[in-house]
């Protein structure tokens, strides 16, 4: 077991030397504020594309979100206990998870057309964005939500009048 930590230590710090490389090049974010929001420290080393590989993880994390936020704005296929959490949202939350929905939405469009056309420098421009945006963006909006889903901030869920929802 300990042989194998060590490993994952070497690996883990392999990926830094290699991704700081990039950051240099690129002027990147500091790699543990990128793995901090996304992961990247699952990233696989055995690759001759490794920028690829960082904006493919970040691109899974952003698609974890978007669908999240799609199943709160378009419940109706959702389970039923995304019912209950929608009903503690007002106006102003449900316009926020629009908002942030489109640029997520407009990320996806950007990978596909990454997975298209290989551009290292491409790759890069696109993780420094996407880590810009989401840092000074998003992150906190979307975090704001989440607690008031889970009752964090201690706000009542909206009363219902009785209504059917959906």
Same mark, same amino acid.
């Given at each position: 077991?300990?042989?194998?930590?060590?490993?994952?230590?070497?690996?883990?710090?392999?990926?830094?030397?290699? &991704?700081?490389? !990039?950051?240099?090049? &690129?002027?990147?974010?500091?790699?543990?504020?990128?793995?901090?929001?996304?992961?990247?420290?699952?990233?696989?080393?055995?690759?001759?594309?490794?920028?690829?590989?960082?904006?493919?993880?970040?691109?899974?994390? /952003?698609?974890?979100?978007?669908?999240? /936020?799609?199943? /709160?704005?378009?419940?109706?296929?959702?389970?039923?206990? !995304? !019912?209950?959490?929608?009903?503690?949202?007002?106006?102003?939350?449900?316009?926020?998870?629009?908002?942030?929905?489109?640029?997520?939405?407009? !990320?996806?469009?950007?990978?596909? +057309?990454?997975?298209?056309? &290989?551009?290292?420098?491409?790759?890069?421009?696109?993780?420094?964005?996407?880590?810009?945006?989401?840092?000074?963006?998003?992150?906190?909006?979307?975090?704001?939500?989440?607690?008031?889903? +889970?009752?964090?901030? +201690?706000?009542?869920?909206?009363?219902?009048?009785?209504?059917?929802?959906?």
């Amino acid at each position: 077991m300990i042989v194998k930590d060590l490993d994952e230590k070497n690996c883990l710090e392999e990926l830094r030397d290699m &991704y700081n490389v !990039f950051r240099e090049e &690129y002027k990147l974010p500091e790699f543990s504020e990128l793995n901090e929001l996304f992961d990247i420290e699952d990233v696989d080393i055995e690759s001759e594309f490794l920028l690829r590989r960082i904006r493919r993880v970040i691109s899974e994390k /952003i698609a974890g979100y978007l669908r999240f /936020i799609e199943i /709160i704005l378009n419940p109706s296929n959702a389970p039923m206990f !995304f !019912f209950k959490l929608v009903k503690k949202l007002d106006k102003e939350d449900m316009g926020a998870l629009g908002e942030i929905y489109d640029v997520l939405g407009g !990320f996806e469009i950007e990978v596909a +057309g990454l997975d298209l056309s &290989y551009s290292e420098s491409r790759e890069a421009d696109f993780i420094k964005k996407v880590f810009n945006v989401f840092d000074s963006e998003i992150r906190e909006r979307l975090l704001k939500i989440v607690e008031r889903l +889970g009752n964090g901030d +201690g706000v009542k869920k909206r009363e219902s009048n009785g209504s059917y929802f959906g």
